[in-house]
């Protein structure tokens, strides 16, 4: 697949919150290693977790590579981490991608909201896009600033560095359900324009992300999806989306024009 395309282009979002920095993204990244291992440990031991050979599994995958691939203008760091991609047997409509690039899926969200391959682009970007952005950690540094840095005192900056047991004390409790964390409105917001770049980027159609939340609108009114829970309302993100899709159809489109070059083995004009 082609390269990462120039970041200069796409979405404009907020600077990453400073907080952030109070927990350390190694630490953080282990302990959502340690949980997603559970969690697919448990999903396989109960006959839940999908085959690779599976053609929904390998679908996934290839779009998720895709979408790896295009991570890296977002985060350095990224490329550090050991993707993993899980697609897991649950009725639940439901996503998420865990610090470090662990990364699962449900089946429900897949079937009953029958999503297209740039549908289900568009969420696994926006799942893509929490751990680009840091947003985890970012709750998880508001929390700490919140139970009182000045208990802490100058403990704080050691911990920074990983030398402070109480600062992995506190992500003990606070960040005990990473698998649960809810994310604020504007954490939302932001993986969705993030995610919807990072989909056109790796040439999935950014307008799939309206057809998405419409099918999120309909699936909301009979029974609330735990992936929506805390997120935006639909009709609100539908119109933050649209009014983003100038800023990143031309990546869109020069993804695809890329990909025909590949495809044909064409060289690309000087």
């Not at 840091?134 to 005192?153: D, N, P, Y």
């Not at 992500?171 to 809810?182: D, F, N, P």
Request: hydrophobic content about 40%; proline content about 4%; glycine content about 8%.
């Amino acid at each position: 697949m082609h390269g990462a395309l120039s970041a200069r282009e796409g979405v404009e979002v907020a600077e990453p919150s400073a907080f952030a920095k109070l927990v350390p993204a190694a630490e953080l990244e282990n302990k959502a290693g340690n949980e997603y291992r559970q969690l697919i440990q448990d999903a396989y031991s109960k006959g839940l977790l999908k085959s690779s050979e599976r053609s929904d599994v390998v679908r996934l995958r290839s779009i998720a590579k895709k979408l790896i691939d295009q991570s890296f203008v977002w985060s350095d760091r990224a490329k550090l981490w050991a993707w993993e991609v899980n697609l897991i047997e649950s009725p639940q409509v439901n996503a998420f991608c865990m610090p470090g690039g662990k990364i699962a899926v449900y089946t429900g969200l897949i079937e009953k909201l029958g999503l297209s391959e740039d549908e289900l682009a568009m969420v696994v970007g926006h799942e893509i896009a929490h751990a680009l952005r840091e947003h985890a950690r970012q709750r998880m540094g508001k929390g700490l600033a919140t139970e009182g840095v000045t208990r802490i005192g100058g403990a704080v900056i050691a911990g920074i560095f990983g030398i402070d047991p109480r600062i992995t004390d506190f992500m003990a409790k606070q960040g005990a359900s990473l698998l649960s964390l809810k994310f604020s409105r504007e954490d939302e917001t932001d993986a969705d324009l993030v995610g919807m770049e990072l989909a056109a980027r790796a040439g999935f159609d950014p307008r799939a992300g309206v057809t998405l939340w419409k099918k999120m609108s309909a699936q909301n009114a009979q029974t609330p999806p735990q992936w929506l829970s805390t997120h935006p309302s639909s009709t609100s993100r539908i119109k933050d989306l649209e009014l983003n899709l100038n800023k990143v159809m031309p990546l869109f489109e020069k993804a695809q024009h890329l990909e025909r070059l590949e495809k044909f083995n064409l060289e690309p004009k000087s």
